[in-house]
């Protein structure tokens, strides 16, 4: 009789080779393993075959590059979404795609359950489980990785049991993923903070030191918040982004040091190698600046904050996201026009901007002729704007014979008091 099926999300790593025959016997499934691209340079013929003789009953690998980048990547752009002002959120918009990609493999198979190589610390399994709860409530989620509660040198014993290959790389000191938006690296000597990364840390980026000693200087092109080419040479998605983490790289830019507050309540230090994240923020961030109004700038950043912190905590499909993006389109559509960018020895240094909805005004802020500021009207309105100052001061900050009005109560009781010894109330002096 036929089992069941489950598709795994699989890397071709050790953690999810293992969970193929794992979840073979725990459960009695039969495993359909899903890869898919979004721009990690892996061999995907060669992850689907592994997944093959690994075990699973059928393997499917496909591109979803242009997806990742249309839909994901270049709204969050938009958006200025920054995770804590630092971590461009490679890995966080990368986990929806996926797990929506494998709800949709799901039905096409009549699979009954989806799984994935998530530890129970991290962020990525609430955004797998909590898109698969969201996309399709009926399919079971199974966790292999948090539910085994092996340790690596029992992980190894499962595999060798059972022939899995396990290559070299992964004797890996380090827990990496990657993918067109940016590279992520923690663990092992990386867990001391105090710890400068060593060389080995890094794949895309140059050490500063190392890069080339002439800068290079690019023009990147937006439009209404997209970027759409470099130096004048229109480019589609994944051209833009792969030239720009090629050149920004080899310039030493895009390294990001992050201690980093997980949802799951910890603390934890991640290096983070994002050359064409860091340019392309850096970049959309300046024009906003030349187009945007003061206010709207002022806005937009609670608009990031929001956008970043939903998507970090697996929050795409939701409401509040569609009604962000609804601000977000609003807020770009003249954020159109080109920035110039020069790189230098880990340095992205904006260098010019020009937009045909520039509210930079020349006749305005020019000192030289055709001055059109009518330097009059500033009088009357510093008076006014000052109004709230002058007058507190005068009756309250500098009318001499008032010292400080209080004095801060305590939130925790000294140690020792308790119901039966009230602590004494220190009244402010004047309450
Ligand atoms: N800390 C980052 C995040 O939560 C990166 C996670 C990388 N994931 C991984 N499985 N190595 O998005």
Redesign the pocket.
Known sequence: MARDKVVLAYSGGLDTSVAVRWINETYNLDVIAYTCDLGQGQDLEAIRQKALRTGAIEAIAEDARNLFLDYFVFPSLAAGAL?EGK?P????LGRPLIAQLMVRVAREHGATAVAHG?TGK???QVRFDVTFQTLAPELKIIAPVREWKWTRTQELAFAAAHGIEVEATQASIF???QNLWGR?I?AGILEDPWVEPPPETFQWTTDPRRAPAEPAELEITFDRGKPVALDGRPLDGVELITELNQVAGRHGVGRIDHI?N?LVGIK?R?IYEAPAAVVLHEAHRELEFLTLSKESLRFKTLVSQAYADLI?NGLWFSQLHQDLMAFTVSNQQYVTGTVRIKLFKGHAQVVGRKSEHSLYRHELATYEEGDQYDASAALGFIKIHGLGQTTQAKHQLLRGDTGPRLELPRIIPPAGSGPESPAPREEAPGL
């Open positions: 995770y971590y959120l490679a890995t966080a998530c991290g962020n990525d827990s990496t993923d992520s923690e980093e997980r934890s991640e970090y």
